[in-house]
């Protein structure tokens, strides 16, 4: 945490305490900077509203926002940092955030510096309006791919939010070792991850007693949440984000939907190309109000909700969602029986390769990997990035593992007309144990 993160915060929680108009009004001021600045800095907003005919200063109001066109992955995939990223930034200076999301396109988000120190600041506001305490021991565990935050030096020496990090790709026993040594006062992590801890716990007995349990990353459903908050007797508190933008929404103690973070985003939701009317499930498209780096307007995040028109009881003022779908990927099972989450498989295995388009990885059987790949027509050494993506692979998931390469056109949706990553035909309850 910085000092200019704890500035953020402080702003931050002062505004769920606004009026609506104000809140509104500063939306739309923010929303009309932004939209401003891509067509002026952004090559690939520029182009996208002349083709669309689109002066930036028709758009006054969360209304005119309709008048641009959506901005889908592949389209942001398809263009190159220099098309996405300010023209007066050199990308090569920036924070790189790589991300495959739940369809297996990799994707580079750039972001600066202030922009992850906001983001900071929206999921501590998220985590302090829900109990969390200045002493507070807080264990995260979750992907190592994803930068492990650390307190600066100065709040490390006052005791304030001492955090430690597990990775996601350790073995669960040991994570819960980590855990039980540690002896969190509030946990951070993926409801899977949590799930699989939990049964450990539930078989070996337990003795992690933390206060508060925040999850996120993937969709929490009522059983696993109820699993989750009656092994550890804690209050579990779901967030709903994504790479490209961090924390979109988050959990109150009423549990009654998701406050929408609309201080930092517009989120819409739409259905059959229109907005869909409250109460109504619709697709979730959003406009990033904090990253100046690399602007994402009317992005379609590919993820299902309803918007809701309900007070939330609690009297904060940031609007109430409900999340329906979203990432739907399986667990892995390495050769010696521990578990992989397909979280991981962003970037990895092929973090060194921007030619792969897509990719997919099958588990056909305990021994034996697909992996389907979708190489862009410009791509060099092929042949390289395979051996190395085996290499890792062989790695993760012990010496007898076969690994088998597809190179195919396009990556086929599943009969549920899903398009997933990672999918897995051995039974998961091979690796519980
Ligand atoms: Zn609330």
Same mark, same amino acid.
């Given at each position: 945490?910085? /000092?200019?993160?704890?500035?953020? &915060?402080?702003? #931050?929680?002062?505004?769920? @305490?606004r009026?609506? %108009?104000? +809140? =509104?009004?500063?939306?739309?001021?923010?929303?009309?900077?932004?939209?401003?600045?891509?067509?002026?800095?952004?090559?690939?907003?520029?182009?996208?509203?002349?083709?669309?005919?689109?002066?930036?200063?028709?758009?006054?109001?969360?209304?005119d926002?309709?008048?641009?066109?959506?901005?889908?992955?592949?389209?942001?995939?398809?263009?190159?940092?220099?098309?996405?990223?300010?023209?007066?930034?050199?990308?090569?200076?920036?924070?790189?955030?790589?991300?495959?999301?739940?369809?297996?396109?990799?994707?580079?988000?750039?972001?600066?510096?202030?922009?992850?120190?906001?983001?900071?600041?929206?999921?501590?506001?998220?985590?302090f309006?829900?109990?969390?305490?200045?002493?507070?021991?807080?264990?995260?565990?979750?992907?190592?791919?994803?930068?492990? /935050?650390?307190?600066?030096?100065? &709040?490390?020496? #006052?005791?304030?939010?001492? @955090?430690?990090?597990? %990775?996601? +790709? =350790?073995?669960?026993?040991?994570?819960?070792?980590?855990?039980?040594?540690?002896?969190?006062?509030?946990?951070?992590?993926?409801?899977?991850?949590?799930?699989?801890?939990?049964?450990?716990?539930?078989?070996?007995?337990?003795?992690?007693?933390?206060?508060?349990i925040?999850?996120?990353?993937?969709?929490?459903?009522?059983?696993?949440?109820?699993?989750?908050?009656?092994?550890?007797?804690?209050?579990?508190?779901?967030?709903?984000?994504?790479?490209?933008?961090?924390?979109?929404?988050?959990?109150?103690?009423?549990?009654?939907?998701?406050?929408?973070?609309?201080?930092?985003?517009?989120?819409?939701?739409?259905?059959?190309?229109?907005?869909?009317?409250?109460?109504?499930?619709?697709?979730i498209?959003?406009?990033?109000?904090?990253?100046?780096?690399?602007?994402?307007?009317?992005?379609?995040?590919?993820?299902?909700?309803?918007?809701?028109?309900?007070?939330? %009881?609690?009297?904060?003022?940031?609007?109430?969602?409900?999340?329906?779908?979203?990432?739907?990927?399986?667990?892995?099972?390495?050769?010696?029986?521990?578990?992989?989450?397909?979280?991981?498989?962003?970037?990895?295995?092929?973090?060194?390769?921007?030619?792969?388009?897509?990719?997919?990885?099958?588990?056909?059987?305990?021994?034996?990997?697909?992996?389907?790949?979708?190489?862009?027509?410009?791509a060099?050494?092929?042949?390289?990035?395979?051996?190395?993506?085996?290499v890792?692979?062989?790695?993760?998931?012990?010496?007898?593992?076969?690994?088998?390469?597809?190179?195919?056109?396009?990556?086929?949706?599943d009969?549920?007309?899903?398009?997933?990553?990672?999918v897995?035909?051995?039974?998961i309850?091979?690796?519980l144990?």
């Amino acid at each position: 945490m910085s /000092l200019q993160t704890v500035l953020h &915060l402080s702003r #931050l929680r002062k505004n769920l @305490r606004r009026k609506p %108009s104000e +809140l =509104e009004k500063m939306q739309i001021k923010k929303l009309r900077a932004i939209v401003r600045h891509a067509y002026r800095d952004i090559p690939f907003y520029h182009r996208k509203f002349k083709n669309a005919r689109i002066d930036p200063d028709q758009i006054r109001s969360i209304e005119d926002l309709k008048k641009i066109p959506f901005t889908s992955r592949s389209e942001v995939q398809a263009a190159s940092s220099r098309e996405m990223v300010a023209s007066n930034l050199d990308p090569c200076r920036l924070v790189k955030r790589r991300t495959s999301g739940s369809v297996g396109q990799p994707l580079t988000v750039f972001v600066d510096e202030g922009t992850a120190r906001f983001e900071a600041a929206l999921w501590l506001r998220a985590m302090f309006e829900n109990g969390l305490r200045l002493r507070d021991k807080l264990v995260v565990i979750h992907d190592p791919a994803s930068k492990f /935050l650390e307190n600066g030096k100065w &709040l490390k020496n #006052l005791g304030i939010i001492r @955090r430690e990090n597990i %990775s996601i +790709l =350790e073995d669960a026993k040991n994570q819960l070792a980590l855990l039980k040594k540690n002896e969190p006062e509030v946990i951070k992590s993926y409801p899977s991850a949590l799930a699989i801890i939990a049964n450990l716990c539930r078989a070996r007995g337990c003795s992690i007693k933390p206060r508060l349990i925040f999850t996120g990353a993937e969709l929490l459903d009522e059983a696993t949440r109820e699993f989750i908050s009656s092994t550890f007797d804690a209050e579990v508190l779901d967030n709903y984000g994504c790479n490209e933008f961090s924390l979109l929404a988050w959990e109150c103690g009423q549990h009654l939907g998701y406050h929408i973070n609309s201080d930092s985003v517009v989120m819409e939701f739409i259905n059959r190309g229109e907005r869909a009317a409250s109460g109504e499930r619709g697709e979730i498209v959003c406009t990033g109000l904090v990253n100046q780096v690399m602007p994402l307007i009317r992005y379609r995040v590919g993820d299902v909700g309803i918007s809701s028109d309900e007070q939330c %009881s609690c009297g904060r003022i940031l609007p109430l969602m409900e999340v329906l779908e979203g990432r739907a990927d399986d667990f892995l099972v390495t050769l010696d029986g521990k578990l992989v989450s397909p979280l991981i498989f962003h970037p990895y295995p092929f973090e060194n390769s921007e030619w792969i388009k897509q990719f997919k990885i099958v588990q056909e059987k305990r021994d034996k990997l697909i992996v389907q790949l979708v190489i862009k027509e410009d791509a060099g050494d092929v042949a390289k990035i395979i051996t190395e993506a085996r290499v890792r692979l062989i790695e993760l998931f012990g010496t007898g593992m076969q690994v088998e390469f597809r190179t195919v056109k396009s990556i086929e949706r599943d009969a549920s007309g899903k398009l997933r990553k990672i999918v897995s035909h051995v039974s998961i309850n091979d690796g519980l144990h």
